[in-house]
């Protein structure tokens, strides 16, 4: 292997791939990167074994192809170090060569094949959807989603295809998180129009990380044991969650009577402030909504009381209800939209937030009695 | 590597292979017999032939294994699946051990020492992993090494995986003694037993690999071994022929007078070789190493006495310690020879009431004047 390269092309790449490579294994290679150099581009690639991302780099005059697998961590800090405008890479007897003016590395290049294979997205895609989309949706239901609980399947998060639309849901038996989007259908999708696959915590925290600065379209493609994403010069691939993902339809009630409207900024901030006046005991705060008046209330015996009070649109009977203020905040936090809409039925029965047309939250109440 | 480069294991070769032929193949195995005997090399070659892509199958293969009119499988050793297996990197090959905890995520739990298999690396290692699906192919294995050393509440926490497992997970246990495991862990696994490989081929194994050894260490090596490769692999990395002299010079003529001394020299020798597999080995806590090494050494002199025994009724050919046969003969010339078997039992009483927590000191003097009781009084 022999080319030249520039050094922040490098560093970008590697930033990239880096994210997928494991930080503690028993298994060395699988902290490297393996540099693949063929005629036309440099393809870096990485894994833990449950996520992969191979990077193509076309700005690359390559001179020789060829294969080295050196340590991720150790590549990124050098090439974040180099000054020039190019520098040149080469293997020779198993350790990779990097030389810019007065500057030259050795680094050891492991067997390249001790590198588990990373997986590529072969032939159509089942589907595109907008980068900044996904984003979205990985944002607003990442949060709900369990964490290091026995059910394994609400570890991770649920994609669900339906037609030209894709849902994402995440839940931890105490709140659910639906975000949806539509999609352009490819030539892949054509024997399977619904599908649903359950995609690990993790993966998302990679996805949500690889398209951030992105503002192209992702092709996206299902299969039996895998998950493939790819931009025009990045593949993430991952493996998925064993398992069924409860029916999540079933959850969001229909027969909600009441409803409210309220500003995005002034609830989050009134949650916030009630918050204050919890504790470990009393998680709960207090929500009344009355006609054109919510009041939020918490009382701790260590340390007091709170009470605020905000402008609401709201009709019908007064209702006083109790939920953990950090499931109502994450919600919240999350949200750009102006005005939320609250879906309610009695105390004891779960509050619907709506916020466009695309995200419902369910929140299950608390017993402050 | 081929199956079938486990040998000498064939009892349990007829049960992988009939379970390979069948429909449902058992989702967990517990292999277990002494260390040493091919258990998780098996472990391994089975996980290949599990995984492989395409198994080929033989009407023919070594007379060890012969047919007897039935199939054997074994892996193609040549799809990409196999050659992963043969470089060690295969995503859906699992082998957990308790070394594991220091690569925990939970910075807590690396901090500490991983004398036991607990449950923090069975919940990040299997039970998380069994949760997700295969990354290649349809299958994916878990060997789990040395489960004499999972706590009750990491077997507890496997249950329910061992039982029903996620499709296309396989679990395979290893471990010494079955009755190390709760009888729970048990119960869910088809259990198969291995059996000590014949002296010969130990033999022949460690002749192959150490040609510059001299033949009587081998020898020594081989019988010390009982049948175990990696125990006598072990005897001579650790240079368990020096001590085996420290130990059994003494006894060609062990008076009540010399008993102690012979005592605590037995005590001095077990550290030094703790010592020697702690170096090797800083999981291992430091009581655990001493107790290891005691074992050892009495199984040197049980072997010694076993020597002398077989000596006296003429059979020379099959004693162990063939490099230090006058120290046996001296040593059968001052015993009464209807006593000596009960040097042997009292050798092994002492390492079991070592097991069992009794003092160290009071347990070997207490062999040692024992032991010096059996000799003729020197005149």
Known sequence: MKLQISPQALVDGLNLASGASAGRTPKEALQCVLMKASDKALLLMATDLEVGVRCQLAQVDIQKGGEALVSAAKISQVARELTDEVVSLELRENQLHLRGRGVHFQMVSRDPKEFPPVPDLEGEPDFEIEARELRRMAERTAFAAARESTRYAIDGLLWERKGDQLMIVATDGRRLAVASCSVTPKGGASTQKDARVIVPAKTMQLISRVVESSEERLGVKFLPNQLLL?????????????GHFPKYEDVVPQDCDKRATVRVQDMHHAVRRAALMTSEESKGVRLCFSAGKLVLSSRSAEQGEASIELDVRYEGETLDIGFNPSFLSDFLKVLEEEEVTFELKEPNRPMVCHCGENYTYVVMPVNLS | MSIFEVRH????????????????????YLFHGPDGIGKETLARAYAQLLLCEKP???????????????????????????RLMETDSHPDYHLIHRRLIRFHDDPSVRARKGLDLGIDVIRQFVLDAAHKKP?????????LR??????????????????????????ILICRALDSLLPTTRSRCRSIP??????????????????????????????????SLGRSVQCLENGLNEINRN???????????????????????????????????????????VRQALTQILTLVATFYDDVLKLTHGQQERCCNTADLEIVRQAGSRMKHDWIPRS????????????????????LENLAMRLAHLYAPSR
């Open chain 1, 230 to 242: 790819k931009t025009e010069h990045v593949t993430i691939s991952s493996v998925l969650v064993e």
């Open chain 2, 9 to 28: 294991q064939r009892w349990a070769q007829v049960i992988l292979q009939s379970a390979i032929g069948g429909d449902r193949i058992p989702h967990a």
């Open chain 2, 56 to 82: 080929v199958c033989h009407n023919e293969c070594s007379s060890e294994y012969a047919p007897d009119g039935k199939q054997w499988f074994d892996s193609c050793g040549l799809c990409s699946s196999c």
């Open chain 2, 135 to 143: 990354a290649l192919g349809s299958r994916k294995v878990f060997v």
């Open chain 2, 146 to 171: 040395e489960t004499e050393k999972l706590t009750s509440a990491a077997q507890n926490a496997l249950l329910k995986t061992l039982e029903e497992p996620p499709p296309g997970t396989f679990l």
């Open chain 2, 194 to 227: 291995f059996s000590p490989l014949p002296i010969s081929f130990v033999h022949e194994t460690l002749q192959g690999r150490h040609s510059d050894i001299n033949a009587d260490l081998i020898r020594f090596a081989a019988a010390l071994g009982e049948g």
């Open chain 2, 247 to 289: 130990v059994i010079t003494p006894l060609k003529d062990l008076s009540v007078l010399s008993a102690l001394e012979w005592a605590h020299l037995l005590e001095d020798q077990a550290d030094q070789l703790a010592h020697r597999s702690r170096l090797g080995d800083e999981e291992i806590n430091e009581t655990d190493a």
């Open chain 2, 344 to 363: 042997i039992g009292w050798t092994v009483q002492a390492e079991a009431q070592i097991h069992l927590n009794a003092n160290t000191t009071l347990c």
